[in-house]
């Protein structure tokens, strides 16, 4: 199953050069209600879509000045996680972080796509709760 199991585009994150910038706009401007917020993470709910802000520097950053302009996060099972990084290691593939359970509640595999935007699959740790 693996890279099959995705079936929908679960939020959208976008790296910033002012994170506080971006988030007075999404707020206040466009109206949308902040669910989460670390401080270097920065949740929305935009309908079924979650739209996060991160600052553009850090490891998950792109090649280059000007980073990736955004990042998809895939939701699946748990056990999906590893399942679709095998899978991505017989392509050519840069991954960034491979999987491992996260302090936020997810299981998590980074990579990219060829055009230097950070792709990520994830899963909820069963027991963990929700979080990012």
């Given at each position: 199953?693996?890279?099959?199991?995705?079936?929908?585009?679960?939020?959208?994150?976008?790296?910033?050069?002012?994170?506080?910038?971006?988030?007075?706009f999404y707020r206040d401007?466009?109206?949308?209600?902040?669910?989460?917020?670390?401080?270097?993470?920065?949740?929305?709910?935009?309908?079924?879509?979650?739209?996060?802000?991160?600052?553009?520097?850090?490891?998950?950053?792109?090649?280059?000045?000007?980073?990736?302009?955004?990042?998809?996060?895939?939701?699946?099972?748990?056990?999906?996680?590893?399942?679709?990084?095998?899978?991505?290691?017989?392509?050519?593939?840069?991954?960034?972080?491979?999987?491992?359970?996260?302090?936020?509640?997810?299981?998590?595999?980074?990579?990219?796509?060829?055009?230097?935007?950070?792709?990520?699959?994830?899963?909820d740790i069963p027991g963990?709760?929700?979080?990012?």
């Amino acid at each position: 199953m693996s890279l099959n199991a995705i079936s929908l585009i679960d939020y959208v994150v976008l790296a910033c050069r002012d994170l506080e910038a971006a988030r007075r706009f999404y707020r206040d401007v466009m109206g949308f209600p902040i669910v989460y917020e670390r401080g270097d993470w920065i949740r929305f709910q935009v309908g079924a879509t979650a739209l996060a802000l991160r600052p553009l520097d850090g490891p998950f950053s792109g090649r280059g000045d000007d980073g990736p302009a955004v990042q998809l996060a895939f939701r699946v099972g748990y056990a999906e996680v590893d399942a679709c990084h095998r899978e991505l290691l017989g392509s050519d593939v840069e991954i960034i972080e491979p999987p491992g359970d996260r302090d936020w509640g997810h299981r998590t595999l980074f990579f990219r796509d060829p055009e230097g935007n950070v792709l990520e699959i994830f899963a909820d740790i069963p027991g963990a709760g929700e979080a990012g």
